[in-house]
């Protein structure tokens, strides 16, 4: 026990050195608290941030403009604090863009702002308005050609990209650590079988099969976590092989043997812990590859669909701006995908370092 108490010190002592590995660690944990807490930290906080203000679509960094509040017709009810947390809160007063107003006894007349020539004048009674009608909003990121704030769906996007890394990352482990480790413990025919399964998934185009089962489950959110992941499943499955058949002959997997432990005992207490370093690689690599798959399908619209914010989607539904007056629509939620990818697979060339027993401390 002091033994692999004082390995994970080693590692732990190794990865901290490695200032690339520290880096994507505190972009990761950043990108996780920024999902987990997104509706609140989004300046946009209604579901999927999907305000959509058509008159201020297309604009850039660093816009502002004033709006009055008008009460909506329905009436809208007040959320949980974790209902709020996992969906958002759907907005009481719908946003009415103006150049100015004027408050005249119980009503306030106003230009409404309708594009950047024409204004239309409009009247409401204080009653329609929130009790403090008049905001002033920015919107950092610009806003996307419906007017919704890019910098709130960006944040709001973050869920999807984690998400689709995590559930793809767990599929990937389940099916890969028990076909590797059935592969590579008992070998013969059931080597034999797994591998060829394993090799006709290989030589498949990720994206191809990725395709297949989207047409087969369809288009959503659900669908392409189920999708990506049992695509990914086979560099794990190879790996775990690889390892197994390396250490199946070693004394303390003869000793559970000699122990009367069964197999399945054997591989999940015994061989697993013993292995988990390069897996843990592995899976750092294979999270970022999710997040660039899921950007992709969405981008060429078989993976998340609106209004759900998706970065791949995002680029999708703004990258004809990169040629006209406004490229930072698509190059934003772009540099979040870089950023992300980044992240883990600087993380994992720096397990890699830390998980070699061969390091120097």
Known sequence: MKEVRSFQAAAWKRLRKNKGAVFGLVVITLAVVTA??????????????NRIILEIGGRKPGFHQQFIKVKKE????SPGIFKQLLSGKEDVYSYIPVTSYEIKKDSIIVQKY??????????????QLAPYPVTTKKFLLGTDKYGRDILSRIIIGTRVSLSVGLITVIISLSIGLILGSLAGFYGGKTDQIIMWFINVIWSIPTLLLVFAITLVLGKGFWQIFIAVGLTMWVNIARLVRGQVLSVRELEYVEAARALGFSNIRTIARHIWPNIIGPVMVITASNFASAIIIEAGLSFLGIGV?????????????NYNFIITQNPMLALAPGF??????????LLGNGLSDALNVRSKN
């Open 114 to 127: 309708v594009d950047e020539t024409l204004n239309e004048r409009q009247a409401y009674t204080l009653s």
């Open 305 to 317: 669909q609106p209004p759900q914010p998706s970065w791949g989607l995002m680029i999708k539904e």
């Open 74 to 77: 329905k009436q809208v009810s």
């Open 36 to 49: 987990i807490a997104a509706y609140f930290i989004a300046p946009d906080h209604s579901p999927y941030a």
């Open 336 to 345: 979040a995908i870089m950023l992300l990818v980044l992240a883990f697979n």
